[in-house]
Nanobody, 116 residues
Framework: QVQLVESGGGLVQAGGSLRLSCAAS????????MGWFRQVPGKEREFVAT????????SYADSVKGRFTISRDNAKNTVYLQMNTLKPEDTAVYYC?????????WGQGTQVTVAS
């Protein structure tokens, strides 16, 4: 099993930036695709970004494309989400997830609040 711990959330003004981190346990981190998702109370969890195990392939939701960047450091077992030009509608709990085949694990989430 993989355990994931997110950090880096907080309160920021609209137009500002935050960088989220997700540290993973285990020795096979590079085998897993990693992703970021977010959820607002009363709504379904939605996809934000994903990155392949090698880091060579990324994908983004249209709502964050051009503003957010996902990256990973396999030597540190960590995936990052750099969030720029934040908007109030980006306010949510952000979760990281790892995926390998049918296996998926989630972190506990970190709150991001963007004030207008």
């Amino acid at each position: 099993q993989v355990q994931l711990v997110e950090s880096g959330g907080g309160l920021v003004q609209a137009g500002g930036s935050l960088r989220l981190s997700c540290a993973a346990s285990g020795r096979t981190f590079s085998n897993y695709a990693m992703g970021w998702f977010r959820q607002v109370p009363g709504k379904e969890r939605e996809f934000v970004a994903t990155i392949s195990g090698s880091g060579g392939s990324t994908s983004y939701a249209d709502s964050v494309k051009g503003r957010f960047t996902i990256s990973r450091d396999n030597a540190k077992n960590t995936v990052y989400l750099q969030m720029n030009t934040l908007k109030p509608e980006d306010t949510a709990v952000y979760y990281c997830a790892c995926t390998l085949g049918n296996y998926r694990a989630w972190g506990q989430g970190t709150q991001v609040t963007v004030a207008s």
